[in-house]
């Protein structure tokens, strides 16, 4: 099978679109940063040049004037070109925000993240990396978003010699840990949404790189109460977007998510590096399984041709298949070759 044939339908010469309709790309949505950024983790550990180049290509040409980035992109379309920058754009087609997306902090997260993590060799490139690294960093001082700033995380403990923002951003986890944590909710905020273990899975990662203990307490006691609360009966069961789960409430099932599941097999396979307990194996391998129907409906998120659906609804599946949730499912893939769970 050729693992990365669904990412290759997605992407244009311009990126990867964020959205499809059924089993085709949907044009008309354009793209997003997000997806270009966590796209070009997966090439590059599959080592396809061609679409690394694409997706680095997308994310140095979104540089706006003030050193930042631009969010989406869309194609070539009167109806989208109504202001002077061009296509693109700060919020996506229809946002009358005036505002910036929340979002837009975790995408600049996922982009610093892969960004300090792929291997360019390109010297006239690596000059234009290293000013958009230098401006995310420079913004990210301001983050408050858990995620934004588990993602940057994972960027920047590639670094050999540790960057300032680096412990900031550690410390930051650290307090909203203890500050939300109390009882049985041992987590990082009042509520579980979406792309929780992504949390977790930054500080197991401290750990392994800069042997911070308090990290390694926060980490374990973070992943168990995920384990806890996201099964029914032993089946993994991501938190779902139809009303999410807030603390002293009741967790919602239903649309449960590919990210979801996919950080979570990543959350585990550094949680199993960290303590070699096979727990942690074990319920990784529940994770990954989630996807070819170890779930609560009993339903393969994946087709024949190994392409991921959006999410698992009440009726089955979500039968569209856009950019997050087939990148997601491939980083669950490469994590559970690295683990030994498929060959």
Avoid at 5 to 32: C, D, W
Avoid at 167 to 195: D, I, P, Q, T
Avoid at 317 to 338: P, T
Wanted: aromatic residues 14%.
């Amino acid at each position: 099978m050729e693992l990365l044939k669904k990412i290759r339908l997605m992407t244009s010469n311009v990126g990867i679109y964020q959205h499809g309709r059924f089993n085709k790309p949907a044009p008309e949505f354009g793209y997003a940063i997000e997806d270009q950024a966590r796209a070009l983790l997966v090439v590059n550990e599959f080592k396809d040049k061609k679409l690394k180049s694409i997706y680095l290509n997308f994310i140095l040409r979104a540089k706006r004037e003030d050193g930042l980035l631009y969010h989406y992109y869309y194609d070539s379309n009167d109806k989208y070109r109504n202001d002077d920058k061009g296509l693109f754009r700060d919020k996506e087609i229809g946002n009358k925000e005036i505002n910036p997306d929340p979002g837009h902090e975790e995408a600049y997260g996922l982009v610093l993240w892969a960004l300090l993590t792929i291997k360019n060799g390109q010297s006239t490139q690596d000059n234009y990396v290293r000013k958009i690294v230098k401006n995310l960093i420079e913004n990210a001082y301001k983050w408050t978003s858990s995620r934004a700033i588990s993602v940057a995380l994972l960027g920047l403990l590639n670094l050999n010699i540790p960057d300032n923002l680096e412990s900031k951003l550690k410390l930051k986890l650290h307090n909203l840990y203890f500050k939300n944590s109390e009882g049985n909710w041992k987590w990082f905020e009042s509520c579980l949404v979406y792309a929780n273990a992504v949390i977790p899975w930054a500080l197991w990662e401290i750990y392994l790189k800069r042997k911070c203990k308090t990290s390694l307490k926060i980490a374990k006691e973070t992943t168990a109460f995920l384990i806890k609360e996201c099964q029914e009966n032993n089946v993994p069961s991501p938190v779902g977007n139809r009303g999410w789960y807030f603390k002293g409430g009741v967790k919602a099932l239903y649309d449960q998510q590919p990210i979801d599941s996919a950080y979570m097999v990543c959350c585990l396979e550094k949680a199993y590096y960290a303590t070699k307990n096979n727990f942690y194996k074990s319920w990784a391998e529940k994770w990954y399984r989630w996807f070819f129907g170890y779930n609560i409906k009993g339903i393969s998120l994946i087709d024949k041709n190994f392409a991921c659906y959006d999410g698992l609804t009440p009726e089955g599946v979500n039968l569209n298949q856009g950019a997050e949730s087939n990148i997601c499912f491939l980083m669950a893939y490469l994590a559970a070759k690295r683990l030994g769970i498929i060959e």
